[in-house]
């Protein structure tokens, strides 16, 4: 008895049926393409070709695609003079599209206004290219700029008169010009080599100084452990006493106009103090950059007037128009009270508040009807006051008496200290160009180097550290004795601090608009006043100048030699 056959099936009748159902497919597919019609039959008669032998015998068909055939496929050629690259046909040729795709009805076409690829090219290029003639401002003086300054390069041809490496005298003699506040290039005594007159202005004075903390720039984002002096209260009272004592020094040298100006810089602001007589201004100011609401907010508590010069008037104003505003003396009274600094004044804001609630109860509006509109009214006001927040438009003036009212305020304000991150227990940074109680001796970072750049060599010079202004008018006083090529510098500054230079030039436009005696009086003196500052005299006019174009932010300046000019 046989066997039942095996459900299973051997490879080669499995490809036997593949190969017979290919086959079926390609014979029905070939019966279902209409054939060609030829003159020689009649008219509605076809001849079919039914032979299927070749078929069953396993004969190949030919290939319709193949070069073989009689039939070609011709491609449309492009002569070489067509393709351009700045012709739009090129695409079209590199895509082996047909050449009537391209053809157009003859017409004259502008040229420079089609979007090829070498006018799209050279349109870029105009439009990002630098402009080599572009006009430069040539001055004798170099521009104040009240911003710190982080960083700052110096470039030359030529080697510099000076190296890191100081000698003893030149140390000694460096020193002692900046401590005493002497000129060394009219000193007999002092060393008067280009290597002590630089080391003399990389000096600067400082509190507090802790050797495991860089006190400049606070960067207060930056994520480290809490410093252990959180958690010593000790010490942290006893280095907050020395600040006290550190800051009021500085606040009465600078009364006694025998400091022209220094900084504080705490975590989230930087303050500068400037002495009455410079640039123009005929009292002490203090300037505050960046604020927020609640600082602005307190600081009117604390009775501390001040302006905000950089807030454009757009923002002094609630961002509604009439129309949208409602129709109630509430709203009405809001805006026909708003001070400079978009807010009212507290007691007129009670009273006027109550009169307006009484008025809008007698008109017949529910109590919760008029807390809403007091709510309402609270955030748009707080929204406006919030909008410049952070912002170089923050910055708050202070001048005259207030300036005594804020000094007692930052000397008293707790919060000035932070109690978490790396800072935590350290009071502000104070910066000065002359000598204060509890202050300490620092000097910048510098660092030489040679740069090749298009095969030729220039000799660099980087500065880093708190750069106060008159360190930088120092210094290039010293270039330009002992420099025989031109150079240029760069400047890197605190971004929070650039707003005391566009306040300042502000500030110096708004002066001679008081045209009364005693400032006139005042002014005229202000040189005088100032003489024991220790600055220069040649620095001490300029820097009391009361023109507004001697205040600029400077970003980079480069000396001529040839006419003793500086182009910024």
């Known amino acids: 008895m046989e066997p039942p056959p095996s459900p299973w099936k051997r490879p080669n009748e499995v490809m036997q049926l593949h190969r017979l159902k290919k086959r079926k497919k390609a014979l029905q597919k070939r019966m279902r393409q209409p054939l060609a019609s030829t003159s020689a039959e009649p008219s509605g008669k076809k001849c079919l070709d039914l032979n299927f032998s070749r078929i069953l015998d396993g004969e190949k068909r030919k290939n319709p695609f193949s070069k073989n055939n009689t039939q070609e496929f011709k491609k449309p050629k492009l002569e070489d003079t067509q393709l351009d690259e700045s012709n739009d046909k090129t695409l079209f040729a590199l895509l082996n599209l047909p050449a009537k795709v391209t053809e157009k009805p003859t017409q004259e076409l502008n040229t420079e206004k089609l979007s090829t690829f070498s006018n799209l090219l050279q349109k870029f290029t105009a439009e990002h290219s630098i402009e080599t003639n572009q006009i430069e401002k040539n001055s004798k003086y170099l521009p104040i700029d009240w911003a710190l300054t982080t960083k700052l390069r110096l470039m030359s041809p030529k080697p510099f008169a000076w190296t890191s490496k100081l000698k003893a005298s030149e140390e000694a003699s460096g020193i002692t010009g900046f401590v005493r506040c002497l000129d060394t290039t009219t000193s007999t005594t002092l060393d008067t080599s280009s290597r002590a007159r630089f080391h003399q202005t990389c000096l600067y004075w400082q509190h507090p100084h802790l050797p495991w903390l860089e006190m400049f720039p606070r960067s207060s984002g930056k994520v480290t452990a809490t410093s252990f002096l959180a958690t010593n209260e000790e010490v942290k009272k006893a280095l907050y006493d020395e600040w006290t004592e550190s800051f009021r020094s500085l606040f009465q040298l600078v009364r006694a106009l025998h400091c022209p100006y220094f900084y504080v810089c705490a975590n989230t602001f930087t303050c500068l103090f400037r002495a009455a007589g410079l640039c123009g201004v005929s009292e002490p100011c203090a300037l505050i950059a960046p604020t927020t609401r609640g600082f602005r907010q307190t600081l009117r508590q604390e009775d501390v007037e001040f302006t905000m010069p950089l807030r454009p008037e757009s923002k002094k104003k609630l961002n509604t128009s009439d129309e949208d505003k409602p129709k109630n003396s509430s709203f009405d009274s809001c805006y026909e009270t708003m001070d400079d600094m978009g807010v009212r004044d507290p007691l007129e804001e009670k009273e006027e508040d109550e009169e307006d609630d009484q008025f809008l109860t007698q008109l017949g509006f529910e109590n919760d009807i008029i807390k809403n509109i007091n709510i309402m009214q609270a955030r748009l006001t707080n929204s406006v006051e919030s909008s410049v927040d952070s912002a170089a438009e923050s910055l708050v003036l202070v001048r005259g008496a207030d300036a005594q009212a804020l000094f007692n305020f930052l000397l008293n304000c707790k919060s000035l200290v932070s109690p978490t991150g790396p800072f935590a227990g350290v009071p502000p940074t104070l910066l000065s160009p002359t000598a204060f109680h509890g202050g300490t001796l620092q000097s910048l970072k510098v660092r030489e180097n040679t740069i090749h750049s298009d ?102 300046v480069k000396y001529n030699t040839e006419d003793d000019t500086y182009s910024y």
């Open 455 to 556: 095969s030729k060599k220039y000799y660099s010079i980087e500065l880093r550290g708190p750069i106060l202004p008159t360190a930088v008018h120092s210094l290039f006083k010293v270039l330009k004795t002992n420099s025989s090529a031109q150079f240029s510098a760069t400047f890197a500054h605190q971004q929070s601090t650039l707003a005391f230079s566009w306040a300042s030039s502000l500030m110096t436009e708004g002066e001679p608009s008081k045209e009364n005696e005693a400032n006139h009086f005042t002014k005229a003196f202000n040189k005088e006043n100032l003489s024991d500052c220790g600055l220069s005299e040649d620095m001490l006019q300029h820097f009391c100048s009361p023109d507004p174009a001697v205040v600029k932010t400077l970003d980079s």
